[in-house]
């Protein structure tokens, strides 16, 4: 089980590149993950749960609390989701996912393109860079690009992982570390502010 405390932002359309050049400006440069496709099984009526499959491995995904809009810098307001996190691996081959994603439809694929940064607080509070790839306690920021439904959209998120109790301390800092440091590409609002259990359903909706 990982518990994680999780801000999130989803715009309509490709990364602008005044987005992309922000995110890839400061050091170290960002990890760029290769492309990959997720299926996220959509279910009805509930933003507190999520499903998917990636790269031979289930994850399933509970919301614990939703907070209310936290303004966290001039221009940037967003909502703080508390998540825990099962992830197994699946007892099939690749060849077998093809019967388990049937009924096709219940199933949404998911094409992402994302990059990556990484931060913790160190014991003075100072928030420092470290590689994605650290099991510890932390945070990632996160830019990317998905298609989904033959729509294009991208996603700004922070995500902090480790100890629960130290998951609000190190959220907070790490974003504004971030935005002091490097400023906003853009307005980010609370409106747009929700996770994928949330954005799954509005492309349901047809948005």
């Not at 996220?40 to 399933?60: C, F, T």
């Not at 935005?179 to 980010?188: Q, V």
Request: with cysteine; hydrophobic share 35%.
């Amino acid at each position: 089980m990982y518990p994680t405390l999780e801000v999130r932002w989803f715009y309509r359309g490709s990364v602008p590149e005044e987005v992309r050049a922000w995110f890839a400006a400061s050091e170290p440069a960002p990890t760029h993950e290769p492309p990959r496709v997720d299926h996220y099984l959509y279910v009805q009526k509930s933003n507190a749960q999520g499903i998917k499959l990636r790269e031979g491995r289930i994850e399933i995904k509970q919301r614990l609390h939703q907070y209310g809009s936290v303004r966290f810098h001039r221009g940037v307001t967003g909502v703080i989701e508390h998540w825990r996190k099962w992830s197994l691996p699946l007892a099939t081959t690749e060849d077998g996912l093809t019967e388990f994603l049937v009924p096709r439809s219940s199933w949404i694929g998911v094409r992402k393109e994302r990059m990556l940064r990484g931060y913790r607080c160190d014991g003075e509070g100072q928030v420092i860079a470290i590689p994605i790839t650290d099991t510890g306690s932390g945070c990632h920021m996160e830019l990317g690009e998905i298609q989904a439904a033959d729509r294009v959209w991208w996603t700004l998120a922070f995500e902090a992982y480790g100890s629960e109790p130290s998951l609000r301390g190190s959220l907070a800092s790490t974003i504004s570390y971030i935005f002091e440091r490097d400023g906003t590409p853009c307005p980010l609002d609370a409106q747009d502010s929700f996770g994928y259990a949330r954005w799954l359903a509005l492309l349901e909706q047809g948005a």
